[in-house]
């Protein structure tokens, strides 16, 4: 009866999804499926235009079409009512990739535990021996597996020891892969102790992470919020003062305006009066009677006495021009001011390190450099008067004749040098390049270095440090002290700087990075980068 039962399954069954056909379609090859179950199987095989049965493979072209197999769905139907459903989930059958069981004949079922004593999968119903038999009870049951073969030793038939896969019996003495795992156990719980000790640790250091990013942006933030707050006050003030400056030249406007204006009225009176009295002169001259022409002469030819003009000052349009003058003082000291502040500011932003030390590793490579690159522009306001800058300031070229730049304080004088408009704090990398003939000074500085006088040059005080490039060689100059370079001379040198970890390296570079000298010391102010030009050269 349970065979019947089970070949009865098998007729309606659908092999696709393991239950009893639903709207049941027989396909050219003779097998049944559920309409639903090979639609979706064909589905898939649309792109090759091919379509295939799921059981025997045999083709077809073009895609069959598919019509109910109506006596089949009313044997199905029949089937149901006599209370036959489709197999249990325990006892469906094995697929392609399932372990299928070793002992089922005909279409076979999964495999629910496989044997490593007996180097066999069983499904539940023919495993059941090895619950019930006292000696099968001690056989090895493991998940189903495919691969039992290779853990069976061709030397000894049996289960394999650990040895015997790793050395193929060379000698040695053999142990059971039970007693071996029992060791690895024991190691492999300890490396999870590490493990999971690490994995504290690290969440620890993460948990101290965020809250310094909690930290820095709540600090952040405050000092976003004070910095706006005084340079509002700052505006301010400025704002004040020019309306103050405003005032008094509108007030001083008035006053020279109103005193000119009432000096133009008397003018403007006495021109009207000489004019009635010309009037007067001229018809009296006409007259004919010589008597009365003579008494009334003394009384019309009387003027009256002229206005002062001597005070009137014609100034060539230069009436206020030193209240611009000192406005325009005012402005280059308040540049001097924000210049000198931009160094202690930038000094006070430190770059926020909370980075793991191997973190902070210098590049190697010339890609790895490039992604602290800076774009260095050059300063007009430093540079010597015989330096002409061009490319946005990104060229230095040496003149013969001086240039037009105005009078700074802040202007090498004694060396053809320039300085960096921006400072450099963090990482950054950046590179030069010059021609084939001189040397040049390629260097970084404090931005207080001495812009006249013996200690200017770069390299020769404790404020600037500086890689001499000639055509065949290098030297490193710190505080007046030489020291000699070794390495490929390339026209083309990098700079690197981390200011915080105090690194400044001197890279020769070609195809490859080549170092060439490498400075360790503690960094107190923000650096510039700088050139010195020693003959005429582009840079």
């Known amino acids: 009866m349970a065979q019947r039962d089970q070949l009865e399954r098998e007729t309606i069954s659908c092999v696709i999804c393991l239950d009893l056909l639903k709207d049941p379609v027989t396909i050219p090859c003779g097998h049944n499926y559920c309409m639903r179950c090979i639609k979706g199987f064909w589905d898939g095989e649309d792109q090759r235009k091919i379509y295939s049965c799921p059981q025997c493979r045999e083709t077809f072209t073009p895609r069959p079409v598919l019509k109910k197999n109506t006596m089949l769905a009313a044997l199905v139907e029949q089937l149901k009512k006599t209370g036959l459903q489709a197999a249990p989930a325990d006892h469906c059958y094995a697929g392609p990739e399932d372990v299928a069981c070793d002992v089922c004949t005909g279409r076979k079922l999964k495999a629910f535990k496989s044997c490593l004593t007996c180097s066999a999968s069983y499904c539940k119903n023919h495993l059941q021996p090895h619950f019930e038999s006292t000696k099968l009870k001690k056989h090895k049951l493991v998940e189903p597996s495919k691969k039992l073969q290779e853990n069976i030793c061709s030397l000894h038939n049996e289960s394999m020891c650990y040895l015997c896969s790793v050395e193929d019996h060379k000698g040695h003495d053999t142990v059971s892969a039970a007693a071996e795992r029992t060791e690895r156990q024991r190691e492999l719980e300890v490396s999870r102790l590490n493990i999971q000790q690490r994995i504290q640790d690290r969440e620890k250091d993460v948990k101290l992470l965020q809250q310094e990013v909690e930290a820095v942006s709540r600090s952040a933030d405050k000092a976003v919020e004070d910095s706006e707050k005084i340079f509002t006050q700052l505006i301010h003030l400025l704002q004040k003062r020019s309306s103050d400056v405003k005032q008094q030249i509108r007030s001083q406007q008035e006053t020279e305006v109103s005193g000119v204006k009432e000096l133009q009225e008397k003018l403007q009176q006495e021109i009207t009066e000489l004019k009635r009295k010309d009037a007067e002169l001229k018809q009296l001259s ?138 450099l704090t963090g990482r950054c990398y950046w590179e030069v390049m ?53 390495g490929p001379v390339s026209f083309r040198v990098g700079v690197y700087l981390d200011h915080r970890a105090g690194i400044l390296s001197f890279y020769s570079v070609s195809e490859t990075m080549t170092l060439l000298h490498r400075v360790q010391t503690t960094f107190t102010q923000p650096l510039y980068a700088g050139l010195c030009l020693l003959r005429n050269r582009l840079a």
């Open 434 to 486: 010059w021609g084939r003939w001189g040397t040049l000074h390629v260097a970084v500085t404090y931005n207080n270095i001495r812009k006249a006088g013996d200690k200017c040059g770069f390299g020769h005080n404790d404020k600037s440090w500086s890689l001499v490039c000639s055509s065949n060689s290098y030297e490193f100059w710190f505080n007046s002290i030489k020291t000699p370079v070794s």
């Open 286 to 423: 006409h007259t004919e009677d010589h008597n009365q022409f003579l008494h009334n002469y003394p009384s019309v030819s009387q003027l009256s006495e002229p206005t002062d003009s001597s005070s009137i000052n014609i100034r060539p349009l230069r009436h206020f021009e030193d209240v611009t003058a000192a406005v325009s003082q005012l402005r280059d000291k308040l540049q001097d001011i924000l210049r000198d502040e931009q160094t202690n500011t930038s000094l006070a932003v430190t770059e926020v390190d909370v980075l793991l030390p191997e973190s902070r590793a210098e590049p190697k490579t010339r890609a790895q450099f490039l992604r602290y690159a800076r774009e260095i522009s050059l300063d007009p306001n430093t540079a010597n008067a015989q330096l002409l800058l061009s490319d946005e300031d990104r060229k230095v070229k040496w003149m013969k004749q001086p240039q037009s730049y105005s009078s700074y304080t802040g202007r090498f004088i004694d060396r053809l040098q320039v300085l960096s408009r921006d400072n």
